[in-house]
């Protein structure tokens, strides 16, 4: 049965795609690929929506069935735990980095001293609420939040757009296009944010013209976004490393709010409420992914073992984002390309089949 | 039929209850006629008149059976059936009926001449309107049903009669429009009240508790009104609504969040003010919800987010209170809470000295000794004001404003947004009915949104809301598509 409406599919993949892109990532890159940085996210944007792209037309062609019966019908059961496997570890990592980034922005942005405990506890117990209840409860819910996140960013960078001059990070690739490409490939890990898409095949009402909407709304997505970096790149120019989430150093510091005092509240309201809409969707996926490994009717379980693991890691990791980014940029982006490859070829098998099937049934 | 027999059992049946009343004479021809009802609700002077003096005067010459006579030339009441024993004439004697029991007959008529205690219909004092109709429900079911009836002269209006309460046998009606109203909602609806195995009923309110799917929920999942021009609204939207004997509350099912957000008189008004106060009922309603958990939150842990010029201002009143910011906040909310109950219940001429003590006296002073300070006071009556823009929901925003305040006291905004997120997704998978409770904006229904936040003049509705189940979706015919 479906759960979602392609409307709420949409805001799901936009969530998603958003996710840390405001926020850690445009230094992250900043600090590999240097004042090409704005050309590495158009790069990986293409990967990206060419992801959203082929899991819309596996959605589309496979409207009754879900991941792990398509995994298991095309790859065998032993083929489907391993897919499954490894899925369920990039997604982790992904939920484990989301967790990482809200409470380094707690720490640095709202709280003197701020206890992993009092930060986890309510934090995994609303996440885990949206995951538990599942797509329906987590579509809705975004789309209640998603124009206060809308106005929230487009007001934040508004009040900075006067400072722009478009001309403080020229010239371009002065040291060639290696820089561009070492930065791509050391932040592929924000761009695969679409891979945990996978897990809804088989609970969206498809409508008409859904996988331009869907393709629509992603390339509009990216647009705003890169705009957002280059917006940000060039009112900040060779400071950028010295930042820590765009969005919010952003608003902090833009003259504007200076003057009003204060609005920067917006856009942190914003960014949390952003960075737990795509949490709850990750431990979802998680949830989804270990009910099926372990054939289990509901959700809860899986969801409550992969909030332990997640804060165990995170312990061990003592919260520290700078060693998370350092991870991401010398493994976890290199594991990406895997994972992506991955999604892709299933994709493609998913898709290609069922056109094989719907012809056979034209003749 | 042995007059005296049945009179003893019926005694027997009311367990010789003093308020049972037998009146035995004989008619002009001698035939002997017994009347029994109940005093105080049945109108004896219409009963003197209408039935025992014609009785009287009966001059029976003829053989045929006196019972009959009576019903077809004698008695002049509209109402006159014959009880098919004894069982039936107990229920309609408790109904305001009156029995007639003829010796030389083996038949037993009832009349209706029931006479309730009633008041006329008068402005809901919970639902002043500045405009728009002002008639408000009453206790009586009938008088009720007749404003529905005034409103709605349609033979699509289906009236369903229940009882409910094994002691209080009170009446119930499930009204909806046939044509309009899911078939699966009026069968669950009736389904429910059927299976109700109370001792009594008493109001309406009553019903909600086994009408409601969840029940320790804290959300209103039933709409409950006093004025039959909103229900009347609803009923056209393919609502049911349900009407109790004793009752000036009428309910409706479906139910979804925004009803409370939509005032009655929104409808009587300027569509763009309309629109312009819908914004403003919800915008006030969150800052209700929300503003003391802020300020709680802002002050204990984010006190460098405060612009400068506030923040000296609220340093400068809060210094010397002896009290945290949370217990500060949350001592003025019971205060305002305990305020405003002791002057629901207080007798009204006492009431107005209790604000005033309250409200000046006890804030004043309060501020004055360095208890709580000046800001605090402020917030607390601004949104308990606040919570007042929808009255329907005062009781849940009040609720919420407490939890909102404690979260942001123990989290600060972490446990702000963490609460916004939490009541948001759990309000999404609130359901009544079949109609999603933050409809339309949850699930997101694009037709609906011309009377949502949004209300677009009458001549420009032309479906009737998707958000609640129906089966006939048009209203009325879209001009544009006529040409």
């Given at each position: 049965m479906t759960e979602l409406s392609s409307r709420q599919f949409i805001l799901i993949s936009l969530y998603l795609i958003i996710s840390s892109k405001l926020m850690s990532m445009p230094t992250l890159i900043f600090d590999y690929a240097g004042k090409e940085a704005i050309f590495t996210i158009a790069l990986n944007f293409i990967v990206e929506i060419l992801i959203v792209f082929l899991v819309c037309e596996v959605i589309k062609r496979n409207p009754n069935t879900n991941l792990f019966q398509l995994l298991k019908q095309k790859f065998s059961i032993a083929g489907a735990y391993i897919i499954l496997i490894i899925l369920y570890a990039f997604i982790l990592f992904k939920f484990l980095f989301v967790l990482q980034e809200l409470y380094t922005f707690f720490k640095e942005f709202l709280y003197d001293d701020f206890m992993p405990i009092v930060f986890a506890l309510p934090m995994f117990f609303v996440v885990g609420y949206l995951a538990f209840k599942g797509a329906r409860t987590m579509g809705r819910t975004f789309e209640i939040l998603f124009w206060f996140i809308l106005i929230g960013i487009i007001v934040t960078i508004a009040s900075n757009l006067e400072y722009v001059s478009f001309s403080r990070l020229e010239p371009y690739f002065e040291n060639g296009i290696m820089p561009m490409l070492d930065g791509s490939l050391k932040s592929l890990f924000y761009f695969g944010n679409s891979i945990p898409l996978l897990f809804f095949i088989g609970k969206v009402q498809v409508t008409q013209k859904f996988t331009t909407k869907v393709i629509a709304s992603t390339v509009g997505l990216a647009l705003f976004i890169t705009a957002f970096c280059f917006i940000f790149y060039d009112v900040y120019g060779m400071a950028v490393p010295y930042t820590l989430f765009a969005l919010s150093d952003f608003a902090q510091y833009a003259p504007f709010i200076l003057d009003l005092q204060r609005l920067n509240w917006l856009s942190t309201m914003v960014d949390v409420t952003k960075l737990f809409c795509s949490a709850s969707i990750f431990l979802y996926c998680l949830g989804q992914a270990g009910k099926n490994m372990v054939k289990l009717k509901s959700s809860f379980y899986p969801i409550l073992v992969s909030i332990i693991i997640t804060y165990v890691l995170a312990t061990l990791l003592n919260y520290d984002l700078d060693i998370m980014k350092h991870y991401i940029a010398n493994y976890l982006s290199y594991a990406t390309i895997g994972v992506m490859a991955l999604t892709i070829i299933i994709s493609l098998v998913f898709s290609f089949n069922r056109r094989k099937n719907e012809q056979k049934f034209i003749q | 039929m042995d007059i005296q027999k049945i009179l003893q059992e019926l005694k027997q049946n009311f367990n010789e209850t003093s308020d049972l009343v037998t009146r035995e004479f004989s008619t002009h021809s001698g035939e002997k006629v017994a009347i029994v009802f109940i005093d105080n609700i049945v109108d004896q002077l219409l009963l003197a008149t209408s039935v025992i003096k014609p009785l009287q005067n009966l001059n029976s010459e003829e053989k045929a059976d006196l019972a009959d006579t009576a019903m077809q030339q004698i008695i002049a009441f509209s109402q006159v059936k014959e009880a098919k024993d004894i069982t039936e004439l107990t229920e309609n004697l408790l109904s305001g009926f009156c029995g007639v029991i003829f010796e030389n007959s083996q038949k037993i008529l009832i009349v209706q001449c029931v006479k309730w205690i009633t008041r006329l219909p008068s402005e809901p004092p919970t639902s002043a309107v500045e405009k728009g109709p002002r008639e408000g429900f009453v206790e009586d079911i009938m008088s009720n049903l007749t404003l529905l009836r005034k409103r709605l002269k349609t033979n699509n209006l289906k009236i369903e009669n229940l009882k409910i309460g094994k002691e209080t046998n009170t009446e119930v009606r499930l009204i909806y429009l046939n044509d309009v109203a899911e078939p699966q909602v009026v069968k669950k609806v009736k389904e429910k009240l059927q299976a109700i195995d109370i001792d009594g009923v008493v109001d309406s309110n009553y019903l909600i508790d086994y009408l409601q799917s969840r029940k320790h929920c804290i959300f209103k999942q039933i709409g409950s009104t006093e004025k039959p021009d909103v229900v009347t609204a609803k009923i056209l939207e393919g609502r049911v609504a349900i009407l109790v004997d004793g009752s000036p509350i009428a309910l409706t099912v479906p139910y979804i969040l925004l009803e409370d957000l939509q005032a009655s008189s929104d409808y009587y008004s300027n569509a763009g003010r309309a629109t312009f106060l819908r914004f403003l009922r919800l915008f006030a309603a969150l800052i209700a919800i929300t503003l003391p958990g802020i300020y709680v939150a802002l002050l204990c842990y984010h006190i460098k987010a405060i612009p400068i010029k506030l923040l000296i201002t609220i340093l400068n009143s809060v210094q010397g209170i002896p009290l945290t910011p949370l217990l500060e906040v949350l001592f003025i909310i019971f205060l305002f809470e305990i305020l405003y109950e002791a002057s629901l219940r207080m007798p009204r001429y006492m009431g107005l000295a209790l604000s005033v003590v309250g409200a000046l006296i006890l804030g004043d002073t309060a501020v004055q000794a360095g208890l709580i300070s000046s800001p605090a006071v402020l917030i607390v009556a601004i949104t308990g004001v606040m919570s007042y823009t929808i009255p329907e929901q005062s009781n849940q925003i009040s609720f919420l404003r407490l939890i909102f305040t404690i979260l942001g006291g123990l989290l600060g905004i972490f446990g702000i947004i963490v609460g916004v997120v939490f009541l948001i997704g759990y309000l999404v998978n609130l359901d009544s009915y079949g109609a999603p409770y933050l409809a339309p904006f949850a699930p997101y229904i694009k037709a609906d949104q011309q009377d949502a936040l949004m209300h677009k003049p009458a001549n420009q509705v032309?479906?009737?809301?998707?958000s609640i189940p129906n089966i006939n979706k048009r209203r009325q015919k879209n001009d544009r598509t006529k040409q």
């Amino acid at each position: 049965m479906t759960e979602l409406s392609s409307r709420q599919f949409i805001l799901i993949s936009l969530y998603l795609i958003i996710s840390s892109k405001l926020m850690s990532m445009p230094t992250l890159i900043f600090d590999y690929a240097g004042k090409e940085a704005i050309f590495t996210i158009a790069l990986n944007f293409i990967v990206e929506i060419l992801i959203v792209f082929l899991v819309c037309e596996v959605i589309k062609r496979n409207p009754n069935t879900n991941l792990f019966q398509l995994l298991k019908q095309k790859f065998s059961i032993a083929g489907a735990y391993i897919i499954l496997i490894i899925l369920y570890a990039f997604i982790l990592f992904k939920f484990l980095f989301v967790l990482q980034e809200l409470y380094t922005f707690f720490k640095e942005f709202l709280y003197d001293d701020f206890m992993p405990i009092v930060f986890a506890l309510p934090m995994f117990f609303v996440v885990g609420y949206l995951a538990f209840k599942g797509a329906r409860t987590m579509g809705r819910t975004f789309e209640i939040l998603f124009w206060f996140i809308l106005i929230g960013i487009i007001v934040t960078i508004a009040s900075n757009l006067e400072y722009v001059s478009f001309s403080r990070l020229e010239p371009y690739f002065e040291n060639g296009i290696m820089p561009m490409l070492d930065g791509s490939l050391k932040s592929l890990f924000y761009f695969g944010n679409s891979i945990p898409l996978l897990f809804f095949i088989g609970k969206v009402q498809v409508t008409q013209k859904f996988t331009t909407k869907v393709i629509a709304s992603t390339v509009g997505l990216a647009l705003f976004i890169t705009a957002f970096c280059f917006i940000f790149y060039d009112v900040y120019g060779m400071a950028v490393p010295y930042t820590l989430f765009a969005l919010s150093d952003f608003a902090q510091y833009a003259p504007f709010i200076l003057d009003l005092q204060r609005l920067n509240w917006l856009s942190t309201m914003v960014d949390v409420t952003k960075l737990f809409c795509s949490a709850s969707i990750f431990l979802y996926c998680l949830g989804q992914a270990g009910k099926n490994m372990v054939k289990l009717k509901s959700s809860f379980y899986p969801i409550l073992v992969s909030i332990i693991i997640t804060y165990v890691l995170a312990t061990l990791l003592n919260y520290d984002l700078d060693i998370m980014k350092h991870y991401i940029a010398n493994y976890l982006s290199y594991a990406t390309i895997g994972v992506m490859a991955l999604t892709i070829i299933i994709s493609l098998v998913f898709s290609f089949n069922r056109r094989k099937n719907e012809q056979k049934f034209i003749q | 039929m042995d007059i005296q027999k049945i009179l003893q059992e019926l005694k027997q049946n009311f367990n010789e209850t003093s308020d049972l009343v037998t009146r035995e004479f004989s008619t002009h021809s001698g035939e002997k006629v017994a009347i029994v009802f109940i005093d105080n609700i049945v109108d004896q002077l219409l009963l003197a008149t209408s039935v025992i003096k014609p009785l009287q005067n009966l001059n029976s010459e003829e053989k045929a059976d006196l019972a009959d006579t009576a019903m077809q030339q004698i008695i002049a009441f509209s109402q006159v059936k014959e009880a098919k024993d004894i069982t039936e004439l107990t229920e309609n004697l408790l109904s305001g009926f009156c029995g007639v029991i003829f010796e030389n007959s083996q038949k037993i008529l009832i009349v209706q001449c029931v006479k309730w205690i009633t008041r006329l219909p008068s402005e809901p004092p919970t639902s002043a309107v500045e405009k728009g109709p002002r008639e408000g429900f009453v206790e009586d079911i009938m008088s009720n049903l007749t404003l529905l009836r005034k409103r709605l002269k349609t033979n699509n209006l289906k009236i369903e009669n229940l009882k409910i309460g094994k002691e209080t046998n009170t009446e119930v009606r499930l009204i909806y429009l046939n044509d309009v109203a899911e078939p699966q909602v009026v069968k669950k609806v009736k389904e429910k009240l059927q299976a109700i195995d109370i001792d009594g009923v008493v109001d309406s309110n009553y019903l909600i508790d086994y009408l409601q799917s969840r029940k320790h929920c804290i959300f209103k999942q039933i709409g409950s009104t006093e004025k039959p021009d909103v229900v009347t609204a609803k009923i056209l939207e393919g609502r049911v609504a349900i009407l109790v004997d004793g009752s000036p509350i009428a309910l409706t099912v479906p139910y979804i969040l925004l009803e409370d957000l939509q005032a009655s008189s929104d409808y009587y008004s300027n569509a763009g003010r309309a629109t312009f106060l819908r914004f403003l009922r919800l915008f006030a309603a969150l800052i209700a919800i929300t503003l003391p958990g802020i300020y709680v939150a802002l002050l204990c842990y984010h006190i460098k987010a405060i612009p400068i010029k506030l923040l000296i201002t609220i340093l400068n009143s809060v210094q010397g209170i002896p009290l945290t910011p949370l217990l500060e906040v949350l001592f003025i909310i019971f205060l305002f809470e305990i305020l405003y109950e002791a002057s629901l219940r207080m007798p009204r001429y006492m009431g107005l000295a209790l604000s005033v003590v309250g409200a000046l006296i006890l804030g004043d002073t309060a501020v004055q000794a360095g208890l709580i300070s000046s800001p605090a006071v402020l917030i607390v009556a601004i949104t308990g004001v606040m919570s007042y823009t929808i009255p329907e929901q005062s009781n849940q925003i009040s609720f919420l404003r407490l939890i909102f305040t404690i979260l942001g006291g123990l989290l600060g905004i972490f446990g702000i947004i963490v609460g916004v997120v939490f009541l948001i997704g759990y309000l999404v998978n609130l359901d009544s009915y079949g109609a999603p409770y933050l409809a339309p904006f949850a699930p997101y229904i694009k037709a609906d949104q011309q009377d949502a936040l949004m209300h677009k003049p009458a001549n420009q509705v032309f479906y009737r809301p998707k958000s609640i189940p129906n089966i006939n979706k048009r209203r009325q015919k879209n001009d544009r598509t006529k040409q």
